[in-house]
């Protein structure tokens, strides 16, 4: 019963490098859902997938990318990583229109 | 654009008695309204959801009301426990959940 799992939880960066934050979900959802969250400014979206082979961006999405692997996995990538995009960042998916989302429990990310 | 809003960062409630949570919206075009927990280190949980086309959702300890003419979503808590401290973060829905900055509820013993 795992539900939705980020990984890595943490992660320090250089500026430049790149990386990836994976996620996958076992509930069978449709859509998935990128989020960064930082100090007084709530939660906003990245990006979204609504279903397998779609994706669209959200309200935040320079400087990242993402990958809708199949129905379970959902990715988002760094390529240049600038110290701006240190933040908190949840993966979330959902099943119906109105169902509230699952999140993963987050990936800690600092950009020095 | 900040088309959600939560325009109390904190609020102390002492335990036993009714916590309001407020939140207020922008856009008409939103079909669903709910409601998330979020506990330090942790992902945010859902908690309640309303649909545009009502004006009351209860489950339990938790109502959430709707005043479309306003604009204005509340969540009401009684009685309020412990537990119930954490960050709420009110979100509407159009293609995608759009989130508030949250409101920190401490309740006191």
């Known amino acids: 019963n795992a539900g939705v799992t980020q990984t890595p939880k943490f992660q320090v960066l250089k500026t430049g490098q790149s990386m990836t934050l994976q996620c996958a979900q076992d509930?069978?959802?449709?859509?998935m859902y990128w989020y960064r969250q930082d100090p007084g400014m709530g939660l906003r979206l990245i990006y979204y997938?609504?279903?397998?082979?779609?994706?669209d961006k959200g309200e935040v999405p320079n400087g990242y990318n993402v990958s809708r692997l199949n129905k379970r996995e959902f990715s988002l990538r760094l390529e240049s990583a600038a110290p701006s995009q240190t933040s908190v960042y949840f993966c979330?998916?959902?099943?119906?229109?109105?169902?509230?989302?699952?999140f993963g429990s987050g990936t800690r990310l600092t950009v020095v | 654009d900040q088309q959600v809003k939560q325009n109390s960062p904190s609020l102390s409630v002492q335990e036993g008695r009714i916590s309001i949570l407020n939140c207020d919206y922008t856009?008409?075009?939103?079909?669903?309204f709910l409601w998330y927990k979020k506990y330090p280190a942790e992902g945010p949980t859902f908690l309640i959801s309303?649909?545009?086309?009502?004006d009351k959702n209860e489950d339990g300890r938790f109502t959430v009301f709707l005043n479309k003419s306003a604009k204005h979503l509340s969540l009401h808590i009684v009685p309020s426990q412990p537990g119930d401290s954490a960050v709420y973060f009110c979100?509407?829905?159009?293609?995608?959940?759009?989130f508030g900055q949250g409101t920190r509820l401490t309740i006191n013993p």
């Open positions: 979330a998916s959902s099943g119906r229109t109105g169902d509230g989302y699952t």
């Open positions: 509930m069978n959802h449709n859509s």
């Open positions: 997938s609504a279903s397998e082979g779609t994706t």
């Open positions: 856009n008409s075009m939103f079909d669903y």
């Open positions: 309303i649909s545009s086309i009502k």
């Open positions: 979100a509407a829905s159009a293609w995608a959940n759009k």
